[in-house]
């Protein structure tokens, strides 16, 4: 593959992000949700009671950011923090009332998003995508270990 390409594909993501950030957010913003959110919001949905330390590993984000995401959404009313009886310097994140509220309507949100951004491809062409995807999602981490970069 040419330089360009790579040049091209690389300005290609970075815009798609940027887009999709830009979307999301101004849609987010009748719910009072950043577009960072969103992940947590979706695993703490799936996972009640994830500790910070799991949650961080999933979105792939250190302790830190996660304990202000948090932070942000707890002063929001969308999560809860209980400390861990058994060791407590851990605590288990979940939703609230208010969160699982609007559950539903933000995930039709997402499918919406998802739907206006692939409404031109085939089943095929999705399917293709997607293991194109995968295969990124693969060298990333192959390269985030240390591996081949």
Known sequence: MKSENFENAFLLFSEIEKLKFQILRADMEKYGIHPGQIPLFFIVKKFPGITQKKLAERI???TSTVAIMLKRMEKAGFVKK????????YFHVYLTDKAEEIH??????IKKFESACFK???????NHLEKLLEKVVKNLEAMKDGKNF
């Open 104 to 109: 539903e309507k933000l995930l039709m949100s």
């Open 60 to 62: 792939m984000v250190n």
């Open 120 to 126: 031109d491809f085939s089943k095929g062409e999705l």
């Open 82 to 89: 209980v400390v861990d009886e058994k060791d407590r310097r």
